[in-house]
């Protein structure tokens, strides 16, 4: 019925633990195997094309994840065919890239369900894999003002390059009332006189921009920056928009370690329910987690733990607290 294509069921077998049994025909009530088709899970066949569909299985949200590779690069393939056939076999199972990391995570209902399916990876389609918990992803900032008066030179034969950046560079505030609330990075020029001309000063920001995608502490992204462009010189033959670009980005990078920079890291809402006599064992728990309490609710069923917890420190928290 999903796809409208016909089907030919060739032999049907009812399953008794690992041994079947061939039948001929099955009636309302029956559960039966059908031999050599190409079925998702939640299909429905019917005699004519959209007849009816059966309600699907309810899918839960998966609850943990882990990030596989396979050992070697020759075995991407079959690691991605593998996932793809599971994916479509078991709608919990669950799989994506994660584009900051590039990492392959899977998801499931429990470290029990994806160890099956690992152990599956490698005896079915030999592909030796490597399991470990997703990385995080961090941010980079900086927490005091630096002034940069940047100069970059370089004579070659023929025209050579010449820019000249002057200003200050300074962390955004947090405050929700600010002007730039929830931006990270905010570029602000207040050239006169023609120091720089007009046209140059794109390149400042392009190049600044491009310097914001990895920081120098852990090649993460940086945020909550603001630039400002004051004053400048410029050549008439040897400035162009490429020189102007270039010197941005070595200011950007030389004037950012001068600002203290920091790791900035994910930090988790978590809500915990457990039973009462265990709310000293859990709450002394997340305190090794570096975890901040923020309430405790004794319910007449138990006890509701509100608290912020590192993204880093809960990967496989379920399986520990039980």
Known sequence: ???????????????????????????????VAVMGIDAASGDTYAHAAKV????????????????????????????????ARFRKEDPTFQVQTDEETSQTLIAG???LHLEVYIERIKREYGVPVEVGPPKVSYRESATRKAEFNFRHKKQTGGSGQFAHIVGYMEPLSD?????????????????????IPKEYIPSVKKGFNQSL?????????????????????YHEV??????????????????????????????????????????GSVVG??????????????????????????????????????
Do not use: W
Request: glycine share 6%; with cysteine.
């Open 1 to 31: 019925q999903r796809t409208g294509r016909k089907e030919r069921f060739s032999r049907l077998v009812k399953m008794h633990s690992d041994e079947r049994e061939e039948i001929d025909k099955a009636t309302a009530g029956d559960i």
């Open 52 to 83: 009816c569909v059966l309600e699907n299985i309810y899918v839960a949200d998966p609850v943990i994840r882990v990030a596989v590779e396979p050992s070697s690069r020759a075995d991407a393939d079959k690691l991605g065919k593998a996932l």
């Open 109 to 111: 209902m429990g470290e």
């Open 175 to 195: 405050d929700p009332e600010d002007e730039h609330a929830g931006e990270n990075f905010v570029f602000e020029e207040n050239i006169t006189g023609g120091r």
């Open 213 to 233: 995608a990895k920081g120098p502490l852990g090649e993460f992204p940086i945020v909550k920056i603001k630039a400002v462009l004051e004053d400048g010189s």
């Open 238 to 279: 040897d400035s162009s928009d490429m020189a102007f670009q270039t010197a941005a980005r070595n200011c950007f990078r030389e004037t950012f370690l001068k600002m203290k920079p920091v790791l900035l890291e994910p930090v988790m809402h978590v809500s915990i329910e457990c039973p009462t006599e265990f709310q």
């Open 285 to 322: 728990d997340v305190a090794t987690r570096r975890g901040l309490i923020q309430s405790t609710e004794t319910r007449p069923d138990g006890t509701v733990i509100i608290c912020e917890v590192p993204l880093a420190e809960t990967f496989g928290y379920s399986t520990d607290l039980r």
